[in-house]
């Protein structure tokens, strides 16, 4: 069968690494893919958010299963449409996908059906927002209610710092949202959790920890993520059963309520304190650049799973990991989150050894007259597995090392929460 990933990201790459060992595949496309999608996928050029021309391009390759990388096409509903044309798509309804599309949606899940999150308020005009944040404990927790591609929270240490966070979003900083939420600041430490799921019967995918600022230590401003490890440490049996029990099983129970039932990939940012798990945020789909690692850990075949939840036999899956621990780090073009240059050439990939316990996977590249060049702010992923997690990060910076590209940068410190 022919099969179609969505998305031009690192994730998108090593979805396609995964799913290029299926034996069940006879064609692998990326839509639209990157540099290096395109080694081992078939790139097709098309905008995927014209629904119709994407449907066109579908039907015109004979490619019968689709993989949603990114939140944006789900979140406008493009399983909904696929789905509709016979098309199996993997992935949330629309309306499954406002758990990450409105935070405002998410919270009011959180509430209705009795799962542990912060404290919040949502607000749609400045002055009653005011009043709360006058009377609010700081810190407090800043976000736009849409999509703002991981930028739209902030951590706000004063009154007048937040009511300027909130000006900026309610006068339209974020063009998805109209809506500010403003929520307590919660303490301890991060971690994510994936699961699959048919909407009623799931399986974990894995585990990992990203780290979203651009600095060293965990400092200045939030990006889409600069590295992440897989599994977290913090996640043990008995944690993972309440993860399971008070957030995982009345979401989906809940969703079914609401006549939503979620199918597709499911990721759960959480806040662990004295082993008590408290939601975030969610996710519906892959983390990015999480994916990097789950992929490289999973040790069973993706396109399978994936199969059965279409064929309604989730639960005869068994998944399991290699027991190594992986890692991945983000290289970014100097500058990113903030401003940066595009179209710069990176030389020397092709001196970089690469096997199925090290990767670089491409976030934002494109090939040139025989050239890769940077085309993004993430622009490629080291990722590799090892004994222990301080051996695959020291690979990782190795396989970094024989680059040759000016706008390089990368956080040296991936992992150091465990790693010291
Ligand atoms: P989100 O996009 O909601 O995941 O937020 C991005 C990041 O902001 C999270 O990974 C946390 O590090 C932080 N964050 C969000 N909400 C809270 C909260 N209520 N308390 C503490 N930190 C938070
Ligand atoms: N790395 C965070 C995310 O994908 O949302």
Redesign the pocket.
Known sequence: MNVAVIGSGGREHALCFKLSMSKKITKLFCIPGNAGTSQISTNLDVDYMNFELLYSALIANDISIVIVGPEVPLVAGIADYLNSKNIFTFGPSKKASQLEGS?AFMKKVCKDFGIPT?QYEEFDNLESAKKYINQSQHPL?I?SDGLAA?K??T?SLSKSESIQCAKEILDGKFKTSKKVVI????EGE?ASYFIITDGENYLPIGTAQDH?RIGEGDTGP?TGGMGAYSPSLLINKELQNKINKQIIEPTLKGLNKKGCKFVGILYA?L?IKNNQPKL??YNIRFGDPECQVLMMRLDVDLLNLILSIKEKKLMSQKISWKKEPGITIVAAAKGYPGTYNTNSEIKNLQKIQTNNTRQIFHAGTINKNGKVLSAGGRVLNATCIGPDLAKARAEAHEMLKILEWDDLYYRKDIGWRVIN
């Open positions: 935070k912060a927790v976000k991981g739209g929270v951590i929520e307590e600041f919660l991060e979203k939030n940012g806040m975030i945020e």
